[in-house]
C-alpha cells in the first residue's frame, strides 16, 4: 500500500514549496502556523517570521508584543505566544535548539501531538505519520473503522517497511525527483495522503476508481466511501459576531499603533457593545498579550 501510495504521488502529487525544508526550526513554525491557517498564506509568513526570529534564542528574547506583530495576518494570535514560550523552554532544556522526540516536543507549549509527529517527522526523519482530520478520512474508508488509535497506528506502519520499491524518497518536483536515496518517509506518506485527500479521496464524492489504494479499501466504491466518515460542520456564527472576532480586532488596532503606545480602547466594536469590548481587553490582559495601565488604555505586551 506504501509503495502504490508514493507511486502516485511521484506522479500526481503537489509541489507545493516548503515541503522538502527540513531544519527543524522553521518546520516548528511553520507547523504551528499551519494549524488553523491556510498553508499557502503560512508559507510566506513562515520566511518573514524566520528572518526575524532565525533561531529559537531570538524568538525566547523577544517581547510577546514582538512575537505578536510577526504574526499579523495570521490569526489565532495565542500560537504566537506559545510559540514564544515554546522557544524559551527550547533555550531552557535543549541548548537552544528544537528538541528531537515526540515526547519533547509534546512539551513544548502549542504543540500537540500532531504538531510533534509533524515535526519529529519532517524535521529528524521519525518513522511516524501526523494524522490531519484529512488523512483520518481517507485511512477510515480504508479500515471501515473511526477508532483514532487504529487509524494511527496503521498510518505508522506505512512508514515502517524498508524504502525500496517504488519510493523515490524525494518530493515530487524537487531537483532530486528520481533520486531513490531515501527520506523523511513519514513526512512523504503524510504528504501524499493528504494529497489524495484533496483531489481523490474527497470528503463528499471520492474518485474511487482513480484511486491507488482501491484494492484494500473497505469502503471502495461503496456507500460507506459517501458522507459517513465527513466530519459534521457546526452551524457557525456570523464571524463578526463572535468573541474570537472581537479579540482579534483590538489586537490588530493595538499591532498598529506606534511601539510601546498606550491606546485607549473604548466605545463597540462592530456588534459589541462597549462592556464586551472592556472584557475582551481584560481577558487578553489576563492571557498575557496585552498590558493596561492606570488610566485603561491597553498597548501589546512588553514583558
Ligand atoms: S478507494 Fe475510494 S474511499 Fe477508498 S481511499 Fe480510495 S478514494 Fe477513498
Redesign the pocket.
Known amino acids: 500500500m506504501r509503495d502504490r501510495l508514493l507511486e502516485w504521488f511521484d506522479a500526481h502529487g503537489r509541489s507545493l514549496p516548503g515541503r522538502d525544508v527540513r531544519e527543524p526550526w522553521r518546520v516548528l513554525v511553520l507547523e504551528v502556523m499551519s494549524q488553523q491557517t491556510q498553508i499557502d498564506r503560512c508559507l510566506r509568513a513562515r520566511d518573514e517570521f524566520c528572518e526575524r526570529f532565525p533561531i529559537p534564542a531570538a524568538l525566547a528574547a523577544a517581547t510577546p508584543a514582538d512575537a505578536l506583530r510577526a504574526w499579523a495576518g495570521l490569526g489565532y494570535n495565542r500560537r504566537a505566544l506559545a510559540l514564544r514560550r515554546a522557544a524559551q523552554v527550547a533555550v531552557e532544556r535543549h541548548g537552544g535548539t528544537v528538541p528531537a522526540t515526540i515526547d519533547a516536543l509534546g512539551d513544548l507549549p502549542g504543540v500537540g501531538p500532531y504538531t510533534a509527529r509533524a515535526v519529529a517527522a519532517r524535521a529528524f526523519g521519525a518513522r511516524v505519520v501526523p494524522v490531519d482530520v484529512n488523512v483520518r478520512r481517507?485511512l477510515a474508508?480504508?479500515l471501515g473503522t473511526s477508532s483514532v488509535r487504529s487509524i494511527q497506528a496503521y498510518a505508522d506502519a506505512l512508514a515502517q517497511a524498508p524504502e525500496d520499491g517504488a519510493s523515490s524518497g524525494v518530493f515530487p518536483g524537487t531537483p532530486e525527483a528520481g533520486n531513490r536515496t531515501g527520506g523523511a518517509i513519514g513526512a512523504r506518506v503524510a504528504d501524499a495522503l493528504m494529497d489524495?485527500a484533496a483531489s481523490?479521496?474527497r470528503p463528499r464524492h471520492?474518485?474511487?476508481a482513480?484511486?491507488p489504494?482501491?484494492i484494500a479499501?473497505v469502503?471502495?466504491?461503496a456507500e460507506t466511501?459517501q458522507p459517513q466518515h465527513v466530519p459534521a460542520v457546526p452551524a457557525e456564527r456570523p464571524f463578526p459576531e463572535t468573541r474570537r472576532w472581537l479579540r482579534g480586532q483590538i489586537l490588530r488596532e493595538l499591532r498598529d499603533a506606534p511601539a510601546g503606545a498606550w491606546v485607549p480602547v473604548e466605545g463597540e466594536r462592530g456588534s459589541h457593545g462597549h462592556v464586551s469590548v472592556r472584557e475582551a481587553v481584560s481577558a487578553l490582559a489576563a492571557e498575557g498579550f496585552v498590558e493596561i495601565d492606570a488610566e485603561g488604555r491597553a498597548r501589546l505586551s512588553e514583558t
Open positions: 481517507v474508508r480504508i489524495l481523490v479521496c471520492p474518485r474511487c482513480e484511486c489504494l482501491r479499501c469502503s471502495a466504491f466511501a
